[in-house]
């Protein structure tokens, strides 16, 4: 349904160069794993004459791997003041300074004989995948019309699927991921950035930004023509101005200014959850067990990577599948369907896995429900968990939710990338306890609490949060009118 020709290409050129990045640069690191261990021992015994203990080197390896959420964390921060005071398309281009740097140095690295510059190179990889996480479902959330706004919003998620996908493919043996080609593999994340830093200037700002934010109605005007492919915008406009006038006089609040505001404690509780869940979840971690489980299930080791790849393109079928029915189905459906799933999926795995030596057909279902639980996590938490905070806060608020949903899904992801090894060792077989109650209690949370969002306006969705957030109040007869609310929050 997407009819201008415009929109989509805005689309495209900001996720090429956006949150494909963070999946690409997740999975081209996988294949040059044992690669990189030998040059970082080769380079220690030219430089000190001793090689390294394999402790020591399994450290480096954990340090290099660790520095690309370290530095999503930054750029998760980094975000908000870019999104403000750059704006939403200016801060993406300028992101992709990022990554060239990053590409120039790991292209260099073994010429040039130091694994330090990998570190550094995954570092700023990871601030530019963690200021597009960020920015781009902001800027094409602010760009969408009300009825495709979930749909566009959520083509951030199909982004990292695809860049998963093709980073596993180019990651194989014949194509980058070899012994003389790795340092190519690590820096062909600058071709994305290339193309983005060519495709993205010929496209609009957020119309939403040039209005609310500069104060622009002539530049907001011209944006929404091109976005839409037509000059009747008047509907559109006056509910954009109505938003504007919600927030005048407000300047951007800083992330510690939405804790202490208590109309925004729904809003704020919800992207907390979510966040954490979305990473807490053991989606990733289900990565981890692929190559065994394939193994088990008899599937030949040469074989294995190419059967891997269809793990990443379970995801992205899904999340493009998701992208087809969010505005019909929902957000609350769907986000509800995929933990519930999810859970039990986890449940049947551990069994699966506890019996895989004892009954020989074990290990096919232990493979099917490696596929059903990445097919369910697919489908709802990984695309609309990063539309929500666009919805449900104001122009003035939502650079700062994105900061602390940002900085939640990369602190996570590095808290279960160093913790999982121990759960799998003292747990085993039933490691995905942890997994299985957080799945538990997001979907008893999105159940209870969560409103649905799809089809609303930024001002209805704030008027449903506002009566939430001083139901309790007006219970208590502390609620004293109009005053108490003068920062209606979206």
């Known amino acids: 349904q997407l009819q201008n020709k415009i929109l989509i290409m805005t689309i495209c050129a900001a996720g090429i160069g956006g949150t494909f990045q963070y999946g690409y640069n997740i999975s081209i690191i996988n294949a040059p794993a044992s690669y990189i261990q030998v040059f970082i021992n080769t380079t220690w015994l030219e430089r000190m004459g001793v090689p390294l203990e394999s402790n020591m ?41 990022f990554v060239i740097i990053a590409a120039a140095l790991s292209g260099c690295s073994r010429m040039a004989k130091s694994f330090e510059m990998i570190m550094l190179s995954r570092f700023l990889t990871g601030v530019n995948a963690g200021v597009s996480m960020n920015i781009q479902p902001m800027y094409l959330a602010e760009s969408a019309p009300k009825k495709l706004r979930g749909a566009v919003a959520l083509t951030s998620a199909s ?25 190519f593999l690590l820096a062909s994340n600058v071709v994305p950035a290339l193309i983005q830093l060519t495709a993205l200037p010929w496209f609009p700002e957020s119309p939403r930004y040039l209005l609310i934010d ?7 005007i011209s944006a929404l023509q091109k976005l839409r492919g037509t000059s ?38 919800s992207i907390v959850v979510l966040s954490s869940a979305m990473q807490l979840c053991g989606n990733d971690s289900m ?26 393109s379970c995801e992205l079928i899904t999340s493009v599948t998701c992208n087809m029915v969010i505005d019909y189905a929902g957000r609350r459906p769907l986000l509800l369907g995929g933990y519930i799933f999810m859970a039990a999926w986890a449940i049947v795995f551990m069994v699966a ?9 074990m290990p096919y279902l232990s493979m099917a429900c490696l596929f059903a639980y990445i097919l369910s996590f697919g489908i709802g938490p990984a695309g609309v968990t990063g539309v ?22 990369w602190f996570n992801l590095f808290l279960v990338g160093t913790a999982f090894p121990f759960i799998v060792k003292s747990l085993a077989h039933f490691c995905y306890i942890p997994f299985l109650v957080v799945c538990v209690c997001t ?16 001002l209805e969705i704030s008027e449903e949060f506002r009566k939430r957030n001083f139901k309790a109040k007006s219970r208590g007869g502390f609620y004293k009118g109009p005053e108490e609310i003068k920062t209606t929050p979206l």
């Open 214 to 220: 500069r104060g622009d109605k002539e530049s907001c």
């Open 232 to 269: 009747d915008l008047s509907a559109e406009l006056e509910e954009m101005l109505a938003e504007q006038a919600a927030v005048k006089g407000q300047r951007a609040k800083n992330p510690w200014e939405l804790f202490q505001n208590p109309g925004l404690r729904w809003q704020l509780v």
């Open 443 to 458: 979907a008893l949370y999105v159940w209870f609490f969560l409103p649905e969002t799809k089809g609303k306006s930024f």
């Open 353 to 361: 896995l506890s019996q895989q030596t004892q009954i020989s057909w």
């Open 287 to 312: 990565y981890f067990y692929a190559a065994y489980v394939f193994q088990e299930a008899g599937i030949p080791e040469d074989i294995i990577p190419y059967v891997i790849i269809g793990t990443g």
């Open 159 to 183: 982004f990292t699927a695809l860049g998963l996908v093709l980073g596993q493919v180019v990651g194989l043996r014949e194509l980058l991921g070899g012994e003389e080609s790795w340092p």
């Open 388 to 409: 929500l905070p666009t919805e449900i806060f104001d122009q003035m608020s939502r650079p700062a939710a994105y900061m602390i949903c940002g900085s939640l899904l």
């Open 57 to 97: 080197v399994l450290l480096l390896w954990s340090f290099t791997v660790s520095a690309y959420p370290l530095g999503g964390l930054a750029g998760a921060v980094a975000a908000g003041p870019m999104a403000i005071m750059l704006g939403r398309k200016m801060s993406l281009l300028l992101n992709n300074g």
